[in-house]
C-alpha cells in the first residue's frame, strides 16, 4: 500500500456535485493499492498514519500525533499513486490492484483507522472526485507499506 498523507486545515471530497465526504483539522490520505497487499498491511499502515508525529506541540515542534491530537481523518482512493511513468509519457496502472482486491484492502484500511478512534471520513471508490484541501504547513508525507 501507499499513502499520500496531507496534514490540513481542512479537506473535502465531492463527486458529481455531491459533498461525499469533509474534515476539519486533520489528515487527508490518498490511498492507492497494489496487488500483494493484504489486510495486515493494511492495518500496519493505519497504525503507522495514527502515530506519525506530525502536528505541532506547544513549541511550534512538529512532535504531536494524529491520535494525540484527536485529528480528523479524510481517505481517498487513488490507484494513480501506483503509475509506472518508466517508458513513454502515458503512465500504465497494471501495478494498481484491480477493484475486487482493492476495495476490501481499502474498507479494511478505513476499518482500522476508526478501530484506533479515528473520525473518518471516506470519498467513493472508483469515482470521479474532486479533492478540495488547505495545506497545513505545507506538510506532505509519503508512506509505503513496503518500506516499513
Given at each position: 500500500?501507499?499513502?499520500?498523507?496531507?496534514?490540513?486545515?481542512?479537506?473535502?471530497?465531492?463527486?458529481?456535485?455531491?459533498?461525499l465526504g469533509?474534515i476539519?483539522?486533520?489528515?487527508l490520505?490518498?490511498l492507492?493499492?497494489?496487488?500483494?497487499?493484504?489486510?495486515?498491511?493494511?492495518?500496519?499502515?493505519?497504525?503507522k498514519?495514527s502515530?506519525?508525529?506530525?502536528?505541532?506541540?506547544?513549541?511550534?515542534?512538529?512532535n504531536?500525533?494524529?491520535?494525540?491530537?484527536?485529528?480528523?481523518?479524510?481517505v481517498?482512493?487513488?490507484?494513480?499513486?501506483?503509475?509506472?511513468?518508466?517508458?513513454?509519457?502515458?503512465?500504465?496502472?497494471s501495478a494498481a490492484?484491480?477493484?475486487e482486491?482493492?476495495?476490501?484492502?481499502?474498507?479494511?484500511?478505513?476499518?482500522?483507522?476508526?478501530?484506533?478512534g479515528?473520525?473518518?471520513?471516506?470519498?467513493?471508490?472508483?469515482?470521479?472526485?474532486?479533492?478540495?484541501?488547505?495545506?497545513?504547513?505545507?506538510?506532505?508525507?509519503?508512506?509505503?507499506?513496503d518500506?516499513?
Amino acid at each position: 500500500m501507499r499513502a499520500v498523507i496531507q496534514r490540513v486545515s481542512r479537506a473535502q471530497v465531492t463527486s458529481e456535485g455531491e459533498l461525499l465526504g469533509k474534515i476539519g483539522r486533520g489528515l487527508l490520505v490518498l490511498l492507492g493499492v497494489t496487488h500483494e497487499d493484504t489486510t495486515a498491511e493494511a492495518a500496519r499502515l493505519a497504525g503507522k498514519i495514527s502515530r506519525l508525529r506530525i502536528f505541532p506541540d506547544e513549541a511550534g515542534k512538529m512532535n504531536l500525533a494524529a491520535s494525540t491530537v484527536q485529528a480528523e481523518l479524510l481517505v481517498v482512493s487513488q490507484f494513480t499513486l501506483y503509475a509506472d511513468t518508466r517508458s513513454g509519457n502515458r503512465p500504465g496502472y497494471s501495478a494498481a490492484a484491480r477493484p475486487e482486491t482493492a476495495i476490501p484492502l481499502y474498507e479494511s484500511f478505513v476499518s482500522s483507522l476508526r478501530s484506533l478512534g479515528h473520525e473518518v471520513a471516506t470519498g467513493e471508490f472508483g469515482a470521479d472526485m474532486q479533492v478540495e484541501l488547505v495545506n497545513d504547513g505545507p506538510v506532505t508525507i509519503i508512506l509505503d507499506t513496503d518500506e516499513f
